[in-house]
Each structure stands twice: as C-alpha cells, then as structure tokens.
C-alpha cells in the first residue's frame, strides 16, 4: 500500500515573503517548491535544502550555512540568459534556501522520458546554449559540478510549447550547489563524491578533484544521451558505473545509432577522453567545437541537398541521417533582432497623385467620343456582357466551383490516407501526433477539415496520427531510497506502492531491492509499481559445511536454528561427507531458514573376482590388479582354497581379501 506523507511547507510563509504554493520535485540535496513573491507578486521557485544535507551539531551548521550563502551569492552574480536566476536567499527552520527565476517547461530528463532520443540538430541546439551556461560560470570562477538532465531546463519557446526543441530556450540550474554541501561535508568526513555517476567524470572518482574539464566531460555523456538514448554505462551498483568512467572510452554515438555523422562522433569523444588534458580546456572551448559541428552539419546538408534530390525511393541498403539546417532567417520571429523595414532615401518621394479634376474632364471627353460612335456603343456593350459574364463565373468558381469534398481519412492508416488524398488531388499535412490506447501506430485519429467539409481542389488537409498505445519502460530505482524512487517514478506517471520487505545482504535497510514489473520492462502511465525494501543483512550468517560430515553438519545447523535439508548423491567422497550447500556460506538468512545439503553416498560397491584353485601368488596379483589389498594365509607357494570376501561379493573399493592357501 502507497503511504504518503504531508509536506509541511505547503502553505506557509518564509521570511514573510514567499507563499509555498507546491511542491516540483525532490532531488538528493534538495526540495524544489513553487511559490508566490507576496512583496512583487509573482511566481518564483524556492528550494530548500534537506534535513539531512544540513549536519545536526550547531557549529557545523553555522559553517554550512556560511558556505551555502557565499555560493549563493556568487551565483546570483551569475547573470546570463541561460542561466536561471538566483533573486534571493536564506534560512527557513534553520535549512538554507535559495530563490530563483521560475521556468516553465520541463527538465531535459523529462524531454528524453518522452522522446528517447533527440535528432543532431536537437541536441546540438540543446547542447549549445547548455555549454553557453555553463562558460559563463567558468568565467565567474564557478565548477558546475552536477552537470545531467536532470538540471537542465527546457522553457516554453515564445512560440508555444517545446515541441521544436531547437528554437526551445535552455536554462542551467544548481551552479554552486554540490560544491556548498559538498564543502561542508568535507570538514567532518573527508572527501565525498558529490555527483551523479552515470555523468561524473574519472578525475572526481579517482582523485575527487574538479576543474572546468569536470564539466566537459559531463556536458559530453549528455550529448551522449541525447543522441543515443541512453547512457554509456550501466551496472548493478553505482560505484561499478563510476568506476567504468575510470577504465573504460565512452564509445562512439554512430555504433548504438547508425547513421550519425562522423563530425558527432568526434565531438562527443573529444568532450569524453579520460585523460582531463586531451579534453577542451572548458565549457567555451567545447562550445565553438559543437557551433563547429553545426556548421559543418548545415553546409553538408546543403550539399547533399544540391547534388542528390530528393526521391520517393526508401530502398537505399544506407541509411541517411537527414540534419535540418537552421538559417537566421529560419529562426522565429522572438529569437531575431528586429529588422527595420525598407527607408526611404533624402529624394525618394512618392509621385504626388493627379488632381481630381484633371482626371475627371478626360474621362468625361472619353465617355463622350465612345458613346458618340455607333461601333463604341457596341464595344461597350460588349464590354459589358463579358464583363456580367466574368462576374457570374468568378461568382459560381469562387462560391462553389473551386471547392470539394474531403474525404473520410479517419480510421485509416497512413497510406491509405495519402492514397485516398492522391485521388482527391489534396495534399496531407500532419499535425503532432498523440498516444492512443485503441488506435495502432500511424493510423489517423482526426482530420482538419472534417469529412463532408468543403475545401479548395488541390488544399491540404491536416491530419493527427495515432503514435499507438503509451508505454515507456520502468525507471532504474534499485539502490534508492524509497522516498526518492517513489518520486522518479511519480515523476513519469506512475503509481508506487510499497511491497513486502526482505533481507539482503548488499543493501542497507530502506533501500530498493526489486521492483514489479522489473526496471526496464514497458508499461502504460497510470501503472503500479510494487518496489521491495532491502530490510538489511539476515540476522543469521550460514556456516561452511563443505567437507564436514553429515554428524557434524546437523550440530552445526541445529545450534543456529537452521532446517537441514539433505540430498544424497554418488561421489568418490566417502560415505556421508558434504558435497554442496545452499545457501553458500557466508549468506545472511532468518531462523528456521532451510540449508539443503548435497550429501555423498560413498564410492560405488566393486565385484570381488574368483580366485579359487588358482596357485596363490596367481591369485594375490588378480586381486591386487583391481586395487584390493591381499593378505595370505597358511602357504603361500599353494593352492588357493578358500577366499574372504567369497566370489562375487559387492564391496567398497579398497576392501581387504584373505585367501587361504594349502
């Protein structure tokens, strides 16, 4: 059952200012809330500082503080227009805050949630003004430190929405932010690693230092992502992710896409090596590097463009990664400078108009010669009739004639609508498409103008495309607290619920183990998702019983209050001893947990041959040749006469054999 807990902030007052109005999100430092400027009436955001990122003993959350606000203050120096805003700053209930510029849109994580991937001229936009950012800061002085998607912010394009993310804006959060606590910490607990290791770079893991090159090197893992879709590595822990950035090369965006073009490739690498001096030196230097790319991108568009026209052909065995190229005169209209309209040079006048009355008396004297003359007066009236004739036809071409009927598109799929247009002479154009739980992928869900509508011969009609039933697959939680994973997935539409707890004896108590459905797997919004809390190591830590004797196992398991489960098997071993264990020692279990035991049955019985009546030397080599030691008995230079074990006999391998010879 999903639990929630109230948030007492909501609502209330800080610094006799800022109304908490809700709650945004909920990262590992810090908790960012919408509010209300009472004082200016408008809408900021205010993000406060965890509990847990401010340390209990008075004086070292007097030097926390002390630190949060000198960043704070660096930050709001930082003033760029991709940069957002820090207006304010100070403590509520003895945590640190900071008020900033409010953006709406969503978080780069958000955009990549949606669209997996972003096409070249996205993400080199994105990428672009995220660099610029960040160069601002190592300008100032500044260590991002933290660079992700998820501080990355895609604001509302003046033209309405994100869906054209190349003329979206881009703004850069939480400059400052992991240095301040990161920096406190330090003094009481030494160096920590103050980042997020699917982004850290190899030099903050290994040496916990970090300069301009830091944030390169992050900056370029989320290029990365934005052109692959996900990111370079992934393990079980995090600590084997950040140790993959130290050992392994960020491999090329064109092996997980085919299709990139070499110059992404080499712009990602480049940002990547692990090496910090074969990177940019900073965020600037990375910046021309990508407006480099998008220019080379653009001219090799351009060329493509005039040397192979575009076809209908789709059977070419190479796929091409079509790269728009964005003009100045291509960019909406709130992104130029604006642009003065045509001047009129000193000496340019308008030619004045002719006077009324000149213009007057020669129409009079021409009406008067044409209607004088019989053959005027018949032009005129034919004049006349064609011109009543022009006017009933444009009359009937511009009321009726030049329109007709659309067709019915809905229901259909894609090219059956663009068959069903190409009969009518219309052209289709296609609007943003949307999820449909009912309607398979490319079929057409609305059309504009409706069926039975008019429209002009040869217009275009606007159709919306069903993208097929939503599904998107389970975020990685596993290793999180419960209130962080309940919110990345709440984040993305999902329900969260808390399952049954279990030991483990990796994770600490509270975390998440598992989940259902499994990370990874695809489910619709709205889904639940059970996770399973680790509840520690078992109380229990199961012995080494390999080797022992069954005896000494049972004594063993029984002083532990532990269930012995046994399993007999042939083996050489002798008869009794463990083979196997399950669990393996070492592991951490409850009482009364069961240890199932591979036991041996002891080496397989062997047939004692006939040796009767052979002479006794004879003898004794026929049994020691099939490993049976011999000891003889009364004369040996005889007859064997009788033998103990007797002929046939079934016994252990190795068992003694008495002949008697006389």
């Not at 007097?62 to 957002?84: G, M, Q, S, W, Y």
């Not at 990111?231 to 050992?247: K, M, N, S, T």
């Not at 259902?516 to 830590?541: H, Y």
Request: glycine share 8%.
């Amino acid at each position: 059952m999903d639990t929630q807990v109230a948030d007492t902030l909501l609502g209330s007052l800080i610094d006799g200012r800022y109304r908490i109005r809700g709650r945004v999100a909920r990262g590992g430092m810090a908790t960012v809330y919408t509010a209300t400027d009472e004082r200016l009436e408008r809408t900021v955001a205010v993000k406060i500082i965890h509990p847990t990122q401010a340390p209990e003993a008075r004086a070292r959350i007097a030097n926390f503080v002390a630190r949060f606000t000198d960043e704070a203050k660096t930050i709001a120096r930082l003033t760029h227009p991709n940069v957002v805003a820090v207006y304010d700053q100070g403590t509520h209930a003895g945590l640190p805050y900071l008020v900033m510029e409010y953006v709406r849109g969503r978080t780069l994580r958000d955009v990549l949630a949606e669209r997996r991937r972003l096409n070249p001229d996205e993400a080199l936009a994105i990428a672009e003004q995220m660099l610029a950012a960040i160069a601002a800061a190592h300008r100032a002085g500044l260590v991002h430190r933290d660079v992700k998607p998820e501080n990355v912010l895609v604001a509302e394009a003046p033209t309405g929405g994100v869906a054209n993310l190349v003329d979206s804006v881009v703004k850069v959060a939480d400059f400052g932010l992991a240095r301040a606590v990161e920096a406190s910490a330090d003094e009481e607990q030494g160096n920590q690693l103050m980042a997020t290791v699917a982004y850290v770079a190899p030099e903050l893991v290994t040496e916990g230092r970090a300069d301009p090159r830091t944030d390169v090197y992050s900056a370029g893992i989320v290029l990365f992502e934005m052109l692959t879709g996900r990111v370079p590595y992934d393990a079980d822990r995090p600590v084997d992710v950040a140790w993959q950035h130290v050992d392994r090369d960020v491999p090329a965006p064109s092996t997980l896409v085919p299709g990139l073009p070499p110059v992404l490739d080499d712009l990602v690498q480049r940002a990547t090596r692990r090496d910090p001096d074969a990177r940019p030196a900073d965020a600037s230097a990375l910046l021309a590097e990508v407006q480099v790319a998008r220019d080379r991108l653009g001219d090799a568009n351009t060329r493509t463009a005039v040397l192979r026209p575009v076809t209908d052909d789709v059977s070419l065995s190479q796929p091409t990664m079509m790269v728009a190229t964005v003009r100045p005169t291509d960019r909406p209209s709130w992104a130029r400078l604006p642009e003065g309209g045509a001047s009129q040079g000193p000496g340019r006048r308008r030619a004045a108009p002719e006077p009324a009355e000149g213009l007057g008396a020669r129409l009079a004297a021409l009406r008067t010669t044409v209607l004088s003359n019989p053959r005027g007066r018949l032009a005129v009236a034919a004049v006349v009739v064609v011109l009543g004739l022009v006017a009933a036809v444009g009359g009937w071409w511009f009321g009726a004639g030049r329109y007709t009927t659309a067709p019915q598109l809905v229901s259909l799929n894609k090219a059956e609508a663009q068959a069903q247009a190409d009969r009518a002479g219309l052209i289709l154009k296609y609007g943003e498409p949307r999820f449909d739980e009912t309607a398979p992928k490319d079929s057409v869900l609305g059309q504009s103008p409706t069926s039975t509508s008019k429209i002009v011969k040869g217009g275009t009609i606007t159709l919306t495309l069903s993208l097929g039933p939503e599904r998107f697959p389970v975020p990685d939680v596993i290793g999180k607290e419960f209130e962080l994973a309940e919110a990345d997935l709440t984040n993305v539409k999902l329900v969260v619920a808390k399952g049954a707890a279990r030991y483990d004896d990796t994770l600490p108590a509270g975390v998440v183990l598992d989940s259902s459905p499994k990370v990874g797997a695809e489910v619709k919004p709205g889904a639940k998702i059970t996770l399973i809390l680790s509840k520690g190591r078992a109380p229990v830590t199961v012995p080494n019983l390999v080797g022992k004797s069954l005896t000494d196992a049972r004594a063993a398991l029984a002083q532990l209050n532990l269930v012995l489960v046994e399993t007999y098997k042939d083996s050489d071993k002798p008869k009794d001893e463990v083979l196997g264990q399950s669990p393996a020692d070492g592991a951490g279990v409850e009482k009364g947990t069961q240890v199932k035991l591979d036991v041996s049955k002891g080496p397989p019985f062997v047939v004692v041959p006939r040796v009767i009546d052979l002479p006794c030397q004879q003898a004794k080599q026929v049994l020691e040749s099939q490993g049976f030691p011999v000891t003889v008995a009364v004369n040996p230079n005889a007859v064997a006469r009788i033998q103990l074990p007797g002929e046939n006999s079934q016994v252990p391998p190795g068992t003694q054999v008495v002949i008697t010879c006389f």
